[in-house]
């Protein structure tokens, strides 16, 4: 019996422990964010568009109120050209013209539907798709509250594509593939199409999260905690700005 309460009391020291530890980095996390805040300010408006790419910057653990980040240059490009085929600037425009004009909504929005009406697929038929979309289902319920009537206003993962245009144009500037002008025509672009796709923020992460969940067949797991803390906490970009652009902001 008493090796059993060493072993309990090491075991709860243990996850004591670890608590404390990552709430340390998450304060040191924020303290780096608001030092790179600080040190590279933009205006309100400027912020109000970036504020469409949130949910892949705060992923990143960067900051989705500036345009620079912690990666290194080279480390950026390498992902650029790893995971997006981006390697020029001609690379760089044709996937921000993909992702605006097209991008995986023109794919998989049919199948979101599908989804959403109760239809069953095989995974020789979708992938991981259907299953991915359920447990998203379940995590959002479960982790930020939503009802299943929150699903209903959204017809579309198009905030998949927007937010991801958000961060590849920022990436991009970065990295010498855009001029600080054309990035920030891309991210106007997507934020006024967020704009009107979207009647609220809780509306813009549910479609991100099914479009990480069908057409990434991805986890949503991952991004959960970006999302509480966009949606839940009173500092956040997006419970400083409105999702509705009521006119194009001079960028």
Same mark, same amino acid.
């Given at each position: 019996?008493?090796?059993?309460?060493?072993?309990?009391?090491?075991? /709860?020291?243990?996850?004591?422990?670890?608590?404390?530890?990552?709430? =340390?980095?998450?304060?040191?996390?924020?303290?780096?964010?608001? &030092?790179?805040?600080?040190?590279?300010?933009?205006?309100?408006?400027?912020? *109000?568009?970036?504020?469409?790419?949130?949910n892949?910057?705060?992923?990143r653990?960067?900051?989705?109120?500036?345009?620079?980040?912690?990666?290194?240059?080279?480390?950026?490009?390498?992902?650029?050209?790893?995971?997006?085929?981006?390697?020029?600037?001609?690379?760089?425009?044709?996937?921000?013209?993909?992702?605006?004009?097209?991008? *995986?909504?023109?794919?998989?929005?049919?199948?979101?539907?599908?989804l959403?009406?109760?239809?069953?697929?095989?995974?020789?038929? /979708?992938?991981?798709?259907?299953?991915?979309? &359920?447990?998203?289902?379940e995590?959002?319920?479960?982790?930020?509250?939503?009802?299943?009537?929150?699903?209903? =206003?959204?017809?579309?993962?198009?905030?998949?594509?927007?937010? =991801?245009?958000?961060?590849?144009?920022?990436?991009?500037?970065?990295?010498?593939?855009?001029?600080?002008?054309?990035?920030?025509?891309?991210?106007?672009?997507?934020?006024?199409?967020?704009? *009107?796709?979207?009647?609220?923020?809780?509306?813009?992460?549910?479609?991100?999260?099914?479009?990480?969940?069908?057409?990434?067949?991805?986890?949503?797991?991952?991004?959960?905690?970006?999302?509480?803390?966009?949606?839940?906490?009173?500092?956040?970009?997006w419970?400083?700005?409105?999702?509705? =652009?009521?006119?194009?902001?001079? /960028?």
């Amino acid at each position: 019996m008493k090796i059993v309460g060493i072993i309990i009391a090491v075991v /709860v020291l243990l996850i004591v422990g670890l608590i404390i530890a990552s709430k =340390r980095i998450v304060k040191n996390a924020k303290k780096s964010q608001l &030092e790179m805040e600080a040190a590279n300010p933009l205006p309100k408006e400027k912020q *109000h568009l970036l504020a469409y790419g949130a949910n892949i910057a705060l992923y990143r653990s960067e900051s989705p109120r500036i345009l620079p980040v912690k990666v290194d240059h080279e480390t950026l490009k390498e992902g650029l050209s790893s995971f997006w085929d981006v390697s020029n600037p001609e690379e760089a425009v044709a996937t921000l013209e993909w992702l605006l004009m097209e991008g *995986h909504r023109a794919r998989y929005d049919e199948l979101f539907m599908a989804l959403k009406a109760g239809q069953t697929f095989t995974e020789e038929e /979708v992938g991981k798709s259907q299953k991915c979309y &359920e447990s998203a289902q379940e995590v959002m319920i479960k982790q930020l509250s939503f009802a299943k009537s929150d699903y209903d =206003r959204v017809d579309t993962i198009a905030a998949w594509d927007f937010d =991801r245009a958000v961060n590849i144009a920022r990436w991009s500037y970065i990295v010498g593939y855009l001029s600080e002008e054309q990035a920030w025509g891309y991210i106007a672009r997507a934020a006024d199409a967020g704009s *009107h796709f979207f009647q609220s923020w809780n509306d813009y992460f549910i479609s991100f999260a099914f479009g990480r969940a069908i057409a990434y067949e991805g986890d949503i797991y991952d991004i959960i905690w970006s999302g509480k803390e966009l949606l839940k906490e009173d500092g956040s970009i997006w419970n400083e700005f409105s999702i509705n =652009r009521t006119a194009v902001q001079k /960028v």
